[in-house]
């Protein structure tokens, strides 16, 4: 069973910076996209940034410039470095993978982000 397990959330003041993580088990074939999408309350949950096994990356508009994902296809793990973090940021941050193979995409559970002073 494919599970993904998400830290680094937590509060952070406005202009600070954050490290989010997540560690993906169980799967028996290669990932070929993992993310990151976030959902503010009252929101509908909206892209923030996914990777391609052959490192191409996409922002959601309102991250590009100050957000940056990466992976470490041997350590199952996707990161997203976040900076000059704003008040609108503020939501649950869910990591995503999507298998082609099986054609299949996981949820993780959601790690908060407030940014507040």
């Known amino acids: 069973q494919v599970q993904l397990v998400e830290s680094g959330g937590g509060l952070v003041q406005p202009g600070g910076s954050l490290r989010l993580s997540c560690v993906v088990s169980g799967s028996s074939f290669s990932f070929n996209v993992m993310g990151w999408y976030r959902q503010a309350p009252g929101k509908q949950r909206e892209l923030v940034a996914t990777?391609?096994?052959?490192?191409?990356?996409n922002y959601g508009d309102s991250v590009k410039g100050r957000f940056t994902i990466s992976g470490d296809n041997a350590k199952n793990t996707a990161y997203l470095q976040m900076d000059s973090l704003k008040a609108e940021d503020t939501a649950v941050y869910y990591c995503?993978?999507?298998?082609?193979?099986?054609?299949?995409?996981?949820w993780g559970q959601g790690t908060q982000v407030t940014v507040s002073s």
């Open positions: 995503y993978v999507w298998i082609a193979f099986t054609n299949t995409g996981y």
């Open positions: 990777i391609t096994s052959a490192g191409s990356t």
